[in-house]
């Protein structure tokens, strides 16, 4: 864990009301790493999504709300992976029951394309969007999924053990 400690870098960055610590990790960007990509329609929001597994090995969750349901939103994470995401003046913010998550979608195409929030240890975590994916025909079948049957502690104690550390560029 030392050699992978000296490749982290923790940058804060300040939007609108909150300060968010973002951990970025050099995974991102390593050619060893295999990245998945994908964004909105328009190409103004991207992502780069380094993980080890296939995409096939995933089973997007379809989360129950009534947000996601209207978006058709299921969600892939790997919090041993790495997300960068990419997003030029077009990137808006939603937030929506606890408050805790923040959606992130173009502002020219209206596509959405992750959820994203800092845990308690103030690191930004992701989870992106299936339908967003280049090669999003490669998932498994997705499965259904309850966030708000869950209290605001243990959501935040989830999403930190499901979702992919994060770098908004």
């Known amino acids: 864990m030392k050699a992978e400690a000296s490749r982290v870098?923790?940058?804060?960055?300040h939007f609108a009301w909150i300060r968010l610590t973002v951990v970025e990790v050099a995974a991102v960007t390593d050619p060893t790493t295999p990245a998945h990509h994908g964004g909105c329609?328009?190409?103004?929001?991207?992502?780069?999504?380094a993980t080890q597994r296939a995409l096939p090995d995933f089973t997007p969750r379809a989360c129950d709300c009534d947000f996601c349901m209207r978006h058709r939103a299921a969600w892939i994470s790997d919090a041993a992976g790495r997300l960068r995401i990419t997003a030029s003046d077009a990137l808006r913010r939603y937030r929506q029951g606890s408050g805790q998550a923040e959606f992130l979608f173009c502002g020219h195409c209206g596509v959405l394309?992750?959820?994203?929030?800092t845990?308690?240890?103030g690191v930004l975590r992701g989870a992106i969007?299936?339908?967003s994916f280049d090669e999003r025909e490669?998932?498994?079948?997705?499965?259904?999924a309850s966030p708000q049957q869950l209290a605001p502690d243990a959501k935040l104690a989830r999403w930190s053990q499901l979702w992919t550390p994060a770098f908004l560029d």
């Open 9 to 13: 870098r923790i940058t804060p960055l």
């Open 41 to 49: 329609h328009c190409g103004a929001v991207q992502f780069a999504f």
């Open 113 to 117: 394309v992750a959820a994203a929030s």
């Open 119 to 121: 845990g308690a240890d």
């Open 129 to 131: 969007n299936r339908n």
């Open 138 to 144: 490669l998932f498994a079948a997705e499965v259904a």
